[in-house]
């Protein structure tokens, strides 16, 4: 079965300062990879999805995610956090190669001091 | 820009009570999904239905829950007699088409608290 696993609970960070969010995934086949981000109250918005097209990949807000196959890591990274990016962050693989049921990490809670 | 909305926000209900939540995913999409995350733990899938039917569910899925899009808009999910352990975050979600690479876009979430 596929899964992912967010290495960090909780991340703190400096306003300003780069952001880097952990995520190992483990697949059988070429992975659907996304970053969705939650803000409080808020639903689910899709930050940035894997689409084999480029190992790089770049989304909404300044964030930046990385394919690395060799490394089975999709970690999301931005360069310069801002105080609105405190939220809470999963990342998510498709259970299946063609299907659409998602699996969702534990999630990584950012939290970015002034 | 298209949105997936839920009602209510939040729900309280006694605990044996029926409780239904609703959806109303983005027009054009036609894969309907619930979620759902229990305080502190990961966000669960429940249900996927496509063209009227369930085309995949979870364990947790179990007779007590029912889905249906009963007007071709809304999409709902009911718990017949709802126990504490449904006290969760419920998302809703739908995608355009099915495949690699396909996002689902999520709705605000509705809240259930079961007393």
């Known amino acids: 079965a596929q899964s992912v696993t967010q290495l960090d609970s909780h991340v703190s960070v400096s306003e300003g300062t780069p952001v880097l969010l952990r995520c190992n995934y483990s697949?059988?086949?070429?992975?659907?990879l996304f970053w969705y981000v939650q803000h409080p109250n808020k639903g689910l918005q899709l930050l940035l999805k894997?689409?084999?097209?480029?190992?790089l990949v770049k989304g909404i807000n300044g964030f930046e995610a990385e394919f690395k196959k060799s490394e089975t890591s999709f970690h999301l990274t931005k360069p310069s956090a801002h105080m609105s990016d405190a939220a809470e962050y999963f990342c998510?693989?498709?259970?299946?190669?063609?299907?659409?049921?998602?699996?969702f990490g534990a999630g990584t809670i950012l939290r970015v001091k002034s | 820009e298209p949105e997936v909305t839920q009602t209510p926000s939040h729900q309280v209900t006694q605990m044996g009570q029926e409780v239904i939540l609703r959806c109303v995913p983005i027009?054009?999409?036609?894969?309907f999904y619930w979620y759902r995350q229990i305080l502190g733990q990961k966000v669960e899938f429940l249900v996927s239905?496509?063209?009227?039917?369930?085309?995949?569910k979870s364990e947790i899925f179990d007779d007590q829950f029912s889905v249906e899009r009963p007007d071709g808009s809304n999409f709902t999910l009911k718990i017949r007699s709802t126990k504490l352990e449904d006290s969760a975050m419920y998302f809703c979600?739908?995608?355009?088409?099915?495949?690699?690479?396909?996002?689902?876009?999520f709705g605000q979430g509705t809240r259930l608290t079961v007393v």
């Open positions: 979600a739908s995608s355009p088409r099915q495949g690699m690479n396909t996002e689902a876009f």
């Open positions: 697949s059988s086949y070429s992975p659907s």
């Open positions: 894997y689409t084999s097209a480029a190992t």
């Open positions: 998510v693989v498709s259970e299946k190669e063609y299907g659409n049921k998602l699996v």
């Open positions: 027009s054009n999409h036609l894969y």
């Open positions: 239905f496509y063209n009227n039917e369930i085309s995949e």
